[in-house]
């Protein structure tokens, strides 16, 4: 039973990483955009706990990979937005 879980969360992720993908080349997601990058980290990071209970290492390096990447696009993100402030200029 643990093990089909372990594989359903695995195969969740797998399926994230590749809507991602397929969202993008059909250019219904933006790579900049803050959900691209959420499902990226979130696919990757279900990934990566399956491999901490089926072990395969060009899987775990290639999801580490992915998630800093996934990272980056998100600091880059956060970068981007407009700052606001409460108080007003005038």
């Known amino acids: 039973m643990q093990n089909n879980i372990i594989d359903a969360i695995g ?9 991602a993908y397929f969202l ?3 250019e219904k997601i933006n790579p900049k955009s803050l959900s691209y990058n959420m499902i990226n980290l979130a696919g990757a ?37 407009p700052v606001v402030s409460d108080h007003p200029t005038n």
Do not use: D, H, P
């Open 11 to 19: 195969l969740l992720g797998t399926l994230m990483v590749v809507l």
């Open 24 to 26: 993008l080349q059909l």
């Open 45 to 81: 990071t279900f990934l990566l706990f399956s491999l901490c209970f089926n072990f395969n290492l060009a899987s775990l390096v290639i999801e580490v990979f992915w998630i800093g990447a996934s990272l980056i696009g998100l600091w880059k993100y956060w970068r981007r937005r």
